[in-house]
T-cell receptor
Framework: EPEVTQTPSHQVTQMGQEVILRCVPISNHLYFYWYRQILGQKVEFLVS????????KSEIFDDQFSVERPDGSNFTLKIRSTKLEDSAMYFCASGGQGVEEQYFGPGTRLTVT | AQTVTQSQPEMSVQEAETVTLSCTYD???????LFWYKQPPSRQMILVIR??????QNATENRFSVNFQKAAKSFSLKISDSQLGDTAMYFC????????????FGQGTTLQVKP
C-alpha cells in the first residue's frame, strides 16, 4: 500500500541553524501539507501546497519557513534560522484528487538546542 | 473561524467494552468534512473515519462509528469491542471544502484500553 515517507525521523540542530525536512508524498497525489505538533499539544496546520504554489498558510508559517517541490517527487520544508520553540514533530501529508482525505507520514521529530 | 473542541483529555475502557469520545465544533459553513484520526505511541497519524456534513447517515468503519449531530455541531466517535491496539490519542478534525484542504484539529483525547 502506498504511503507517505519522511526523512529524517529525528533531527537535532542548534538554534539559528537551517534545517530541511524531507517528505515523499504518495506518487499520484496532488495536494501536499505540513503540520506540526509540539509535544503534548494538538496538531497545527502550517501550509498547503497545490499546483506548485502555496494555497494557504497559517500564522505560524512566517518568513523563516519555506516549502518546495524540487523534483516532482520530494516535498520539503525549510526553516531558515531555527528557534527553540520550533522543537516539535513535523508531519507531512498528501491528498489525491479530492482534498477530503489526507494521508500522513510518520513525522520528523525536530529538536532545537 | 472554525474551532474544534474535545472536552475529554483522558479516557479509559476495559477490553471488549464500548467507549465514546466526544467532539464539538463551531462553524458557519453548511458543507464540510469531519474526521477522526488515531495517533498511537509511534505518533503516526492514522485516519480512522470521515463524515461529510451533507450526508445524514452516520459513517461506520468496522468497530468504529460516529454519531453526527449537525444542528448540535457534535461529532462523537464510538469504538465497539475495544482492543488493546486501540490505545492511542484520538484527534477530531474539521475541514472546509475548497482547494486548500486545511485540517483543524481538536486538542485530542488519550484513550487507554485496559486488559
Amino acid at each position: 500500500e502506498p504511503e507517505v515517507t519522511q526523512t529524517p525521523s529525528h533531527q537535532v540542530t542548534q538554534m539559528g541553524q537551517e534545517v530541511i525536512l524531507r517528505c515523499v508524498p504518495i506518487s499520484n497525489h496532488l495536494y501536499f501539507y505540513w503540520y506540526r505538533q509540539i509535544l503534548g499539544q494538538k496538531v497545527e496546520f502550517l501550509v498547503s501546497f497545490y499546483n506548485n504554489e502555496i494555497s494557504e498558510k497559517s500564522e505560524i508559517f512566517d518568513d523563516q519557513f519555506s516549502v518546495e517541490r524540487p523534483d516532482g517527487s520530494n516535498f520539503t520544508l525549510k526553516i531558515r534560522s531555527t528557534k527553540l520553540e520550533d522543537s516539535a514533530m513535523y508531519f507531512c501529508a498528501s491528498g489525491g484528487q479530492g482534498v477530503e482525505e489526507q494521508y500522513f507520514g510518520p513525522g520528523t521529530r525536530l529538536t532545537v538546542t | 473561524a472554525q474551532t474544534v473542541t474535545q472536552s475529554q483529555p483522558e479516557m479509559s475502557v476495559q477490553e471488549a467494552e464500548t467507549v465514546t469520545l466526544s467532539c464539538t465544533y463551531d462553524t458557519s459553513e453548511n458543507n464540510y468534512y469531519l474526521f477522526w484520526y488515531k495517533q498511537p505511541p509511534s505518533r503516526q497519524m492514522i485516519l480512522v473515519i470521515r463524515q461529510e456534513a451533507y450526508k445524514q447517515q452516520n459513517a461506520t468503519e468496522n468497530r468504529f462509528s460516529v454519531n453526527f449531530q449537525k444542528a448540535a455541531k457534535s461529532f462523537s466517535l464510538k469504538i465497539s469491542d475495544s482492543q488493546l491496539g486501540d490505545t492511542a490519542m484520538y484527534f477530531c478534525a474539521f475541514m472546509k471544502p475548497g482547494n486548500t484542504g486545511k485540517l483543524i484539529f481538536g486538542q485530542g483525547t488519550t484513550l487507554q484500553v485496559k486488559p
